[in-house]
């Protein structure tokens, strides 16, 4: 079975400040990566996925995340925020032979102050 | 492409009432998801559709939740006798096939409060 770890409930942060949003899983078998985003009052958004090769992503809004198989870690990172950035994050695992399922982290908050 | 659409958006219901929600995926899509999601907490995996067939149900989801897809197409997820723990928005969510198959498009949810 895959469990996601996100070890921070809220992270406040200042404009233009970088920002590391950690997130640790666990899983006996090889799985696929996955941040998705969710703004107040909308849906969930699809934000990057690892996959394979490159264990750098990015996405097209300056956030990028990195995978650790060592350290089975996933962290979000960008250089620097934006209010507009302020949001739930979510990091989540699906394991290649369960159907795509995903089995989510607890979320992070990421409050961007002025 | 008008992505995933779900209705009703809210429903308020009294408990021991059954409820209905309907999920509409991205049109080529053959896979569907329905998550559950309380306050505070990520979404939660309650069952998954290849086309018309439903391949995988959550240990979540007890003998009072039951989910369709009778043409592939779109899909419906019944809650019967209504308890105030059943109050949580449901997500539903679609994907395509092969690799593509890993990136899920959520709808907005249906957001259910049990009186």
């Known amino acids: 079975a895959q469990s996601v770890t996100q070890l921070d409930s809220q992270v406040p942060v200042f404009e233009e400040a970088p920002v590391e949003l950690r997130c640790n899983y666990s899983s006996s078998v090889s799985v696929y990566l996955f941040w998705y985003v969710q703004y107040p009052n909308q849906g969930l958004q699809l934000l990057l996925k690892?996959?394979?090769?490159?264990?750098l992503v990015e996405s097209i809004n300056g956030f990028e995340a990195e995978f650790n198989k060592s350290q089975t870690s996933f962290h979000l990172r960008k250089p620097s925020v934006h209010i507009s950035d302020t949001a739930e994050y979510f990091c989540?695992?699906?394991?290649?032979?369960?159907?795509?399922?995903?089995?989510f982290g607890q979320g992070t908050e990421l409050s961007v102050k002025p | 492409d008008t992505g995933v659409s779900q209705d009703p958006r809210h429903k308020i219901t009294k408990r021991g009432q059954n409820v209905t929600f309907r999920c509409d995926p991205i049109s080529e899509h053959n896979r569907l998801y329905w998550y559950r999601q309380t306050l505070g907490q990520g979404p939660e995996f309650l069952t998954y559709f290849q086309n018309e067939a439903q391949l995988e149900k959550s240990r979540l989801l007890s003998d009072r939740f039951s989910a369709e897809r009778p043409k592939g197409s779109f899909s419906t997820l019944e809650i019967q006798r209504t308890e105030q723990g059943d109050s949580a928005m449901y997500l539903c969510?679609?994907?395509?096939?092969?690799?593509?198959?890993?990136?899920?498009?959520f709808g907005p949810g249906t957001r259910l409060t049990v009186t």
């Open positions: 969510a679609s994907s395509g096939m092969g690799r593509t198959s890993y990136e899920q498009y």
């Open positions: 989540a695992v699906s394991a290649g032979n369960q159907g795509g399922k995903l089995i």
């Open positions: 690892y996959l394979s090769g490159s264990t």
